[in-house]
């Protein structure tokens, strides 16, 4: 207090000897002449100290005090570290526990939905995946290369076969062909020919090339109507998991600040420190 008076009567008394000498000096060459402590020492090799213990008055006016200070002084200061610790019986715990339980809350319920979008996400990649490949197949039919083409149009009979025919349950044609009437050369006759002129020419009985028309037919008006639902899908998708990952970018951004907040509200272990006792109404800053 004793030093602070004096810079004070130093500013009041430069003030009066500026009017009538016009020597001017800047205040921090004042509080360097009344304490040499605070003299430069070749810039950033300078440390100084501040304590401020206050039982009834708080802290911020002192704080923001000394920020001011320090700006119109031109020291352009920054913030190191900011962190305190409280005690367990006091207000400030009480009061910075509900903030975080808040900050909490809202946190797990962004950390949730980030948790089904990535799912979604997930999912959505290993689909593109299936109709990427599917869609090779049809890209493969209509290569110039014999055996490439004989091969997916296999493979395409298959699938359909597997998940198109077979809902005709007895009557489909693994059902004819493993059935009761076991007309095993349908299977057969029917991974042969691809239209229904290769049908008139294959040397079967009459029976099985009834069977066989309408069902070579089918096919090829599957393997059109299906490429096109597939490309229409494969588009619809891929829009689909733009729109989650741009969820997601969202949802993390919203996230972010509740998880620093309550990172911010965690009070920092004292240790052993005497000066906080946990049924005091004390923090340090």
Do not use: C
């Amino acid at each position: 207090m004793i030093v602070k008076d004096v810079i004070l009567r130093r500013i009041f008394k430069h003030i009066e000897l500026n009017s009538i000498m016009g020597d001017v000096k800047e205040i921090y060459e004042i509080i360097e002449e009344v304490v040499p402590t605070y003299k430069k020492k070749g810039g950033s090799d300078a440390k100084h100290t501040l304590v401020y213990e206050s039982y009834s008055e708080t802290l911020e006016p002192v704080y923001y005090f000394i920020i001011d200070l320090m700006n119109d002084f031109g020291l352009n200061p920054e913030k190191i570290i900011d962190n305190f610790s409280d005690t367990a019986g006091g207000t400030h715990f009480s009061e910075t526990g509900m903030k975080s339980a808040r900050m909490q809350d809202e946190a797990m319920k962004m950390m949730q939905s980030i948790g089904i979008i990535t799912k979604g996400i997930l999912q959505n990649i290993h689909d593109l995946k299936d109709f990427k490949l599917r869609l090779q197949i049809y890209e493969d039919l209509k290569s110039d290369k014999k055996e490439i083409k004989e091969a997916s149009n296999l493979t395409l009979k298959q699938i359909w076969l597997d998940k198109v025919d077979i809902i005709k349950g007895g009557t489909s044609i693994k059902g004819l062909a493993m059935g009761q009437v076991a007309m095993q050369t349908l299977w057969d006759a029917f991974l042969v020919v691809n239209n229904e002129k290769e049908v008139a020419k294959i040397d079967m009985n009459d029976r099985i090339k009834r069977i066989l028309m309408p069902r070579i037919l089918e096919y090829n008006r599957w393997v059109k109507e299906s490429e096109k639902e597939l490309k229409k899908r494969y588009a619809i998708q891929r829009t689909f998991l733009k729109s989650q990952v741009n969820n997601l970018k969202l949802y993390t951004r919203w996230a972010k600040p509740y998880l620093k907040a309550v990172q911010d509200l965690e009070s920092k272990d004292s240790g052993r420190n005497p000066e906080l006792a946990k049924a005091f109404n004390r923090v340090i800053l």
